[in-house]
């Protein structure tokens, strides 16, 4: 039973392999009439894409976004919308030499163990290229959740030592990195760049934010809203750990620090006074702010050599060639923001049979 | 959309509130002809219960299971297994004074803005009793398991600065904080004892293992073997993080230091030379060891004074009375292993028709 | 992949065996704030029970519903719900013959093809017993639909050549047939008698429809609303045969015959002049009534000595002893209102989240 | 929550509408290995399209079948398959005067009622160009089930009191019905001329058969075989009755002469004697042949002035245009046919998980 849609009422799948005709996504579930115009589609995907900055791959793909369904006269009809980019850039040739080889840190060996054999051409399906799919469809969820007041807003937070002491959020979009701190973005370039020079690759750590949230979103007691939190988040590709509100920092509290007391606001509505909670409490959200914390591992492809064997088992050295991401932070953040839209917007919809 | 179910083939439905007349759970989906007998079910319950030791809750539970379907002459039929517990101990006085205030930490207000009500006798649907439904399932998925040579063992392995330097793995059952290390353990508890005379709680971090997992589980690229994890474990009541392998520590290594060469083991079988990948590759698991840890948040439930807002959002002071456990560590275990295996049950099934 | 749920969002699930312990259901997703006392769900099952005529098995089973979860001050509170009756008269001794041998027209063989070996005491969880848990799922269903002024109604239309004639809706629960025609249902009754009296069964046809129903319900393209009616019709145990509307008499019927003119009703809304499609136009419900024929097959169970074999294969004959039903057409009426019911509560729901 | 997806392991979805860009499908969950080629979905295709004869319509499309996805070097390598046909004759300019008008007979109004709008051109989603995706799904289906000797076929049986005396297999692709008597297939023939002559349309209907199917498939209670064929046959266009082995007829059976005798045949394995139950009993296939009857109405679409109404309800006369099949009967066989292979394939992958 395989496992490519995810949703239960807004409900993506997506579909294609990185050097196959194409790549794409249908969205069942969408309601109707909400405008949907391409760019909308296309600004996501754009901010996604390969070859924007020296941080990133420099293959080349326009990623062209085309609709083939679900939209008639600007407006989504609801009936499934799916959506597809044409693979143009693909150089096969780079991979001949580890098709038979088990490059480490990657999932060409759990694939073969799976399957019993892949399709080996530049990842095949477990590519990065596969999140156009999740960033086309969280377009579409963006839409759905804006017009109730929800944003959502993502950003490099850490790499290694250097972390953000700035929020500075229109900074976000500025910088290469996408840090909302001008001078530590610099330092990660900076650093970057170093990794890159001597064949090596880093990781680091992506903040989530979501705003506008209404209180009563999520569905214990297993589809809690942190639980499909965690879930989408983990299926994002080299994501190690995910954490909400403090996160592994509860380890060091006790409850009369954690706890975050109730107040009634301004406007009437109650919320709390710190948030230490992130925004989710007993697997609903409260209406405060829903923070998340990503860690992504550093990129598995890496041009030094490394030992490994081959898929009989023999010893062999390997140095993974193509064109590949010194680090994943900058491009990670359109596909966080799009996975926290995807689950918000489901749950939006799953609210909505919540009372009689 | 309701969310009482987990897993797609191996399929966990849990039910009942805390001071309800039964909690219990159905599984459908496990195969016909496994071997059952209540004992093994009875004996992960146990580990599970209150009133087991001074740092947990006094509620006296005897938590006697009782299978109602599925089970002919010892073994499973493929038919549905309802198991049920009947509450005995269940004193809803306790909680006449918090019927319209809202807790701190509790999801006391986050239910009602969704439901509009709630049942408000001892925290109701949201109580870590419904937990008992989740180590029923376990069990059952535990026996599966363990026909296919897969074993899963949790522990105590931090508590504030407090972590376990030894490992020994016979230590753990015998020590009420359930940590590896005795010496550590023994800090462990008087740490509680301190926190319970101040009235107040205490976070931790839980490590979870599975042993035995072939390569080849989990299905990409959604249901990855590491979402469905992540998953679980956030569904578990007071989860804030949970990581594997590596985890967040990640966040500080270059991909020459994070990946794990491949070699050929004695047995001619592929596998990594280190495991810093958690045995999950790519969302399939790579047959190396698959190494969790979750960070659990100071139980919520303090008997000193706290600020908050009533059901109108009048400020109040409540105390919050009732039976409570200082920390969650050790009974976390038991679940953490419950919902570890219900996902591993679900996806050795699920790998059954990967292949033509 | 087991299949004991029914439904997307109202969702049951059933279990039990015929002489377990218990056969009970949960329903996960009813919504909350749905008054319900027991009395609603124990009216229909008492129209279910056994021994209530002549024309139905002589078993005796109070069949007294308890409700363990999901209800708090006799409101729903968006929790699941369990509901179980336990299994008072049980005779497994009248099934010892049977056990190694195949009864004809019953799921002996085929369970045994399926999971190696049954539960055969009374046809284990093949047995209609099962239909206790729909027919309490279906008391909750209706009375979600109730609040939206849906009515459901079924009866014996048709046994052999006798078919109802007058259609006289109070005259329904008045006679043991549960047909709508006084005179045919004293015949229907005598050709009952007549057949237990020879050791046989009578097949018929049980009509239901359902009124009220808004248009706008199903969800096109595989589950349109006759697809998933005809579903939930095919999973009553003994119904070989299923139409909508005018059903198999299509075949004989041109496109200027069948096709309902449109017209605008007296109170301003769209209708149908004539009703030849049933209710239901492209999947959706189109505001008619919708109306269903279900073929039951004669029970299976009947007294004379019949050819079979047992599992090795060695020829036998067998007599079925038990308390049978010479006809399901009586008992069959609460089942399949009660399934549709489902249905309907199912996509009143699902169509909450179709418009944006 | 929307429905255009079928099938729980072997799964289906469908997307695209009649005069959009292109109509295609993703199947999810085919196991890996299994050899395609691109012919084997364009030969089914090629059955299904119109424009094959005087008994279809005459919209000209070559529904070429491209493969995007899945499938690598000649086999399928787990992951998702999407095919697509692009469309090329689509003339919307036909459907302009009915953009306002509701067609008796097809899903204008309830679509509208569902969605508030609806994609009127061709029929937008309601379209039979739909079933294109169904037909590619189901020939891979088929490929799967050709392994393990499962095989099936379809045919007109009848239309009106037009019923096939004979079967002979070889003839049912020589005609144009798709009938396998030849006699009655040129009455048939002439019967449809007639129709379209007087502007009219005509109902019928279709056989389908599956041989070689092991004992054993099906999931009781709410998945039984018959009820997942059931929903199958009930979701496509113009289907109102669907029927299994004896069907309607048992309303007029008693049970000593339905039930079918269990007998040890010569290969050893256990069969029934005649086969009046069609292959199922109690849910699950029993290794007879499992035969179903469908009633298809007749086609909607007709030329001639019908009264209606427009979306605000004012009367009005319709004609409608297009290029419209008088019967649905021949095309409907390969769609039955992918149907029934789509329960089939997914059924058999499920059965690989009901035994320990």
């Known amino acids: 039973m395989a496992g490519n849609s995810f949703g239960q009422i807004f409900r993506l799948t997506t579909w294609g392999e990185s050097h196959g005709p194409a790549v794409g996504c249908t969205v069942d579930g969408c309601p109707s009439g909400l405008p949907l115009e391409p760019e909308a589609i296309q600004r996501e995907l754009d901010r996604r894409r390969v070859g924007q900055s020296k941080v990133s791959s420099q293959r080349q793909e326009p990623d062209q976004v085309q609709i083939l369904s679900g939209v008639f006269e600007g407006r989504t009809t609801g009936s499934p919308i799916t959506m ?24 060409d060996y759990s694939w073969d163990a799976k399957y019993g054999f892949r399709d080996w051409r530049g990842g095949g399906r477990s590519s990065a290229r596969e999140t156009i799919g999740r960033v086309a469809g969280g377009a579409i969820a963006r839409l759905l959740l804006a017009r109730e007041g929800i944003s959502i807003i993502a950003y490099t937070l850490q790499m290694g030592d250097l972390c953000a002491e700035v929020f500075d959020e229109d900074e976000i979009e500025r910088n290469i990195m996408r840090c909302p701190d001008a001078r530590v973005a610099a330092l990660m370039v900076e650093r970057v760049d170093q990794a890159r020079r001597s064949l090596d690759s880093l990781g680091g750590i992506v903040e ?137 917007a489901d749950h939006l919809l799953r609210q909505r049979t919540a009372r009689a």
């Open 84 to 107: 597809l980019v044409f693979n143009t850039d693909a150089k096969s040739g780079h991979y001949e030499n580890i098709k038979d080889l088990y490059r480490p840190g990657h999932a």
């Open 208 to 344: 989530v934010r979501a705003r506008g949230v209404p209180p009563g979103l999520g569905e214990p007691v297993f589809d809690k809203l942190q639980a499909e939190i965690g879930k989408a988040m983990f299926s994002i590709p080299a994501i190690k750990g995910v954490e909400i509100g403090e996160g592994f920092g509860v380890a060091g509290l006790r409850g009369s620090e954690h706890n975050d007391p109730f107040v009634r606001r301004e406007d009437g509505r109650i919320g709390t006074v710190s948030n230490r909670h992130g925004g989710i409490l007993g697997g609903i959200s409260t209406g405060e702010e829903i923070v998340i914390r990503l860690a992504a591992k550093p990129p598995a492809s890496i041009a030094q050599a490394q030992q490994t064997v081959d898929r009989e088992g023999n010893a062999a050295t390997i140095e993974v060639r193509g064109r590949h991401d010194p680090t994943v932070l900058p491009r990670l953040v359109p596909v966080a923001e799009a996975m926290l839209a995807l689950v918000l």
